[in-house]
């Protein structure tokens, strides 16, 4: 979810919330800032308007709103960071208040097939739409955002290592590929294949730890 510009930041440096970042944001001119901050929370935005039942366009348009919504917020002063408002919670209030919006409208907006005179859409556009007032959102944001972490933290090792020791991991961890059929697809021996695993396993665990603890502490907003 970070782009390369991004990547390229101090390793210690959490990207998505930190507060240099955040204070470029306040400059609504400051047109690079938000193109980061942008690359770095649509998709994590998306899914979670995907997953509280909304259709691509209107998950679409919350990341749209959400973003509008957050610029404005950042540039009129609304978020203070304090020890029980991190910017985390901000934002996921922007993101209730923008799905909760249009799950109220899609309860009474008739789908097409409903205007045409059947019914056979209605009922699973209800039964799917979860309740605003519940904590559907909640649960949906707090593992949107830990698959958030993981994605930074694979972002900033790969940054960090040869392309070919990337592989080596993505195919012998990620996909599952036996070590012997990795050394031979790239060329390499078992010892290399070995190496690449224990050593990228142990960076994700690292920048992990840290996003993560950065996240609990002061919601990554310390830069």
């Known amino acids: 979810m970070v782009n390369a510009a991004a990547r390229s930041q101090a390793p210690d440096e959490f ?4 507060n240099s970042l955040l204070s470029r944001l306040r400059d609504w001119d ?7 901050f942008f690359d770095t929370y649509w998709r994590f935005l998306y899914s979670i308007a995907l997953r509280c039942g909304l259709s691509n366009e ?3 348009d919350v990341v749209q709103e ?6 404005k917020g950042l540039r009129e002063g609304r978020f203070r960071h304090s020890e029980r408002s991190s910017f ?10 923008r799905v909760n919006d249009h799950l109220r409208r899609a309860r009474v907006r008739p789908s097409a097939r409903a205007e045409s005179g059947t019914d056979t859409a209605r009922t699973p556009r209800m039964e799917r739409i979860p309740d605003p007032a519940g904590d559907v959102i909640t649960e949906v944001w707090e593992e949107e955002w830990a698959r958030n972490v ?14 070919k020791q990337f592989q080596m991991f993505d195919l012998y961890v990620i ?18 294949v070995y190496l690449a695993k224990h050593r ?12 993560r603890r950065r996240m609990e502490t002061d919601g990554g907003l310390a830069g």
């Open 15 to 18: 990207l998505p919330t930190r």
């Open 30 to 36: 400051d047109h690079e800032s938000w193109r980061e």
């Open 58 to 60: 209107d998950a679409r």
């Open 66 to 71: 959400t973003v509008a919504a957050a610029a």
């Open 88 to 97: 985390k919670n901000w934002l996921e209030l922007i993101v209730r208040r």
């Open 150 to 163: 993981a994605d930074v933290a694979m972002d900033r090792v790969k940054a960090r290592v040869s392309a």
């Open 175 to 192: 996909k599952g590929w036996a070590v012997r059929d990795v050394a031979r697809a790239l060329r390499a021996n078992v010892a290399q």
């Open 200 to 211: 990228l396993t142990a960076m994700l665990r690292k920048e992990t730890a840290v996003l």
